[in-house]
């Protein structure tokens, strides 16, 4: 399994991971975030799916909204647009990929806002904060702890020291520690 990880000070969004990937017998490492142009990523689940959706699905790379022709405009709700234009792409990633049982949650950060997706939701946590994957209750733990001691001014360390805490009393979590920023 995996820990995904974002924080955000509502203009810009720090995502990190830890690397161990699991497949069958394999243990091989890599980042679970990723970007498409303005728009981070991050997936857990298993392998099959993270390879569908990081190698099969046409993700947006900003926000478009879908009444507009193609254009980008100022107003549009992004829980309803990831709902309707990320969510299906993820779905279609998984039939394409001949995948019966997919399992996996995706935290997208985009606008300086963290959503967060599963196979059929969309949600949106009121903290400036949030986790996913198997590691995330030790995540959040120190998120909680590290954003009101160093008074949230070190986004990207306090995004790295909960991926770290999480690979330090999670088995299924490991190092390296990956953090991008959008």
Not at 85 to 111: N, Q
Request: charged fraction near 20%; glycine fraction near 12%.
């Amino acid at each position: 399994m995996s820990v995904i990880v974002g924080v955000t000070n509502g203009s810009t969004v720090w995502m990190g991971s830890d690397s161990a990937i699991t497949g069958s017998v394999t243990y091989l490492t890599g980042c679970k975030v990723f970007s498409v142009g303005k728009v981070l990523y991050g997936v857990c689940g298993n392998l099959d799916c993270y390879a569908a959706i990081r190698h099969g699905a046409k993700l947006p790379g900003s926000v478009i909204n879908a009444r507009s022709g193609g254009d980008l405009v100022e107003a549009v709700e992004l829980d309803r647009w990831a709902y309707h234009t990320i969510l299906p792409r993820l779905k279609e990633a998984m039939v394409k990929a001949g995948i019966s049982e997919p399992c996996f949650s995706v935290m997208v950060g985009i606008e300086g806002r963290i959503l967060l997706i599963d196979e059929n939701a969309v949600s949106e946590d009121r903290r400036p904060y949030a986790a996913l994957g198997e590691g995330s209750e030790v995540a959040l733990g120190a998120m909680h702890m590290l954003m009101n001691r160093q008074g949230r001014r070190n986004h990207e360390g306090i995004v790295e020291k909960a991926v770290e805490a999480a690979c330090e009393f999670v088995p299924s979590c490991g190092g390296p520690v990956f953090v991008r920023s959008a």
